[in-house]
């Protein structure tokens, strides 16, 4: 079977007979392909052409688009520079006060540079790969965007002291976040990833009260479209999981140090649980200790949803043979 059904048959029966295996990549793809972070991150060219030969020579099960934090933060207007070996940075926020707020102006995503760069990559991830594997778009979670706009220090103290704007901020962003996935599904894309890292650093009842109902149209909107979501939170959110397993979401990615076992109790059998290898690890230990643990968490997930992952970003100093050993597991 290609990747795609592989795919298809895991979200639909559970069970594709095998255990399905896709890391995030960002900086360690572009140095496979030997170019550079900078590079990967403005040209969509290529940063489908190095995840795509990440694609054949691990044998992974999808392809995505993801690349930094500052997609729709540009979109709105930021100042973006662009680093050779290091994550794109934003050299000024846009939002300063309460009235840059009510001011801020929704962004066309086809006209946005950033935007309209991640679409084409969808595009022409299609024209290299055909449909024989899935595409995997981006985009921020309002929380997330919110703090890339006004600062994160910012943004916590004013859910605390200003909730009307910190309310309208996110609204913003979540139009946004829907007009870029429809983009995205439109040029190709079989998933939503949505990121929302900053969510593990409140607590439940923050979250509930900010967050939770924009994250829930969120999903359902990308369902609308056709499009699964998956979902990435970095950091423990055991905390959050009585909220987020009330998402609908399809996959849900679990960090090192959460526990799959109870995750799968708190999500049920039907959410695909994405993880959940510490990066740290992956890029220190011997091929010989990835592969044993690899296939120690393979073996009691067989038979479930599950996709073998790290729980965040694989590093970019991580040595290929341990990707490799990652994927020898899975057999």
């Known amino acids: 079977m290609s990747q795609k059904e592989d795919f298809l048959k895991l979200m639909k029966d559970g ?18 392909n030997q170019c550079t972070y ?53 050299l000024d926020l846009v939002i300063k006060s309460p009235d840059d707020i009510v001011s801020l102006k929704k962004p066309d995503v ?62 913003k962003c979540l139009e946004t976040a829907r007009d870029f996935a429809r983009e995205q599904v439109s040029s190709g894309c079989d998933i939503i990833g949505v990121g929302d890292a900053i969510c593990s650093q409140i607590d439940k009842a923050t979250y509930d009260t900010f967050v939770f109902r924009r994250h829930r149209e969120l999903v359902d909107y990308i369902h609308s479209l056709g499009a699964f979501v998956k979902f990435h939170i970095c950091g423990n959110t055991t905390h959050l999981w009585p909220s987020l397993s009330k998402l609908g979401l399809d996959i849900f990615d ?22 959940n290898m510490n990066p740290v690890d992956i890029q220190n230990l011997s091929a010989e200790e990835i592969f044993t643990r690899s296939k120690v968490l393979v073996e009691r997930e067989r038979g479930r949803r599950f996709m073998l992952s790290g729980g965040c970003e694989i590093s970019v100093n991580t040595p290929a043979e341990n990707l490799m050993a990652m994927r020898n597991a899975c057999d």
């Open 15 to 32: 069970d594709p007979g095998r255990i399905l295996f896709y890391p995030i990549l960002m900086h360690f793809a572009a140095r496979f």
């Open 38 to 90: 900078g590079d990967f991150a403005s040209d969509y060219h290529l940063l489908v052409e190095s995840n795509v030969k990440c694609l054949r020579h691990f044998d992974f099960n999808m392809v995505s688009l993801i690349s930094d934090p500052y997609r729709e933060t540009s979109a709105f207007g930021a100042p973006i520079e662009y680093i050779d070996e290091g994550v794109p940075r934003c």
């Open 110 to 171: 086809l006209q946005s540079v950033r935007t309209a760069d991640r679409i084409k990559g969808a595009a022409y991830y299609k024209e290299v790969l055909g449909d024989e594997v899935p595409v995997m778009g981006w985009v921020e979670g309002p929380l997330a965007e919110a703090c890339d706009l006004t600062g994160v220090t910012e943004m916590l103290i004013m859910m605390m002291m200003n909730p009307e704007s910190a309310h309208l901020l996110m609204d």
């Open 254 to 275: 679990l960090d090192y140090m959460a526990d799959p076992e109870a995750a799968y109790r708190q999500f049920g059998p039907q959410v695909v649980r994405c993880g």
